[in-house]
């Protein structure tokens, strides 16, 4: 029941793609947290 309202109406679409969302924005983020990190370490010289 729950995967037919999460699929099957506006709302289970809506709430999916907020999930969706916040999952890519943090898999963004990470990234570029990272690669800031490893440059500020290359800067410092360590």
């Known amino acids: 029941m729950a995967w037919e309202l999460l699929f099957g109406s506006d709302i ?16 963004a983020m990470g990234k570029m947290y990272s690669k800031n990190m490893e440059e500020e370490s290359r800067k410092l010289g360590k």
């Open 12 to 27: 289970g679409l809506m709430s999916l793609g907020v999930i969706v969302g916040v999952l890519v924005i943090g898999y």
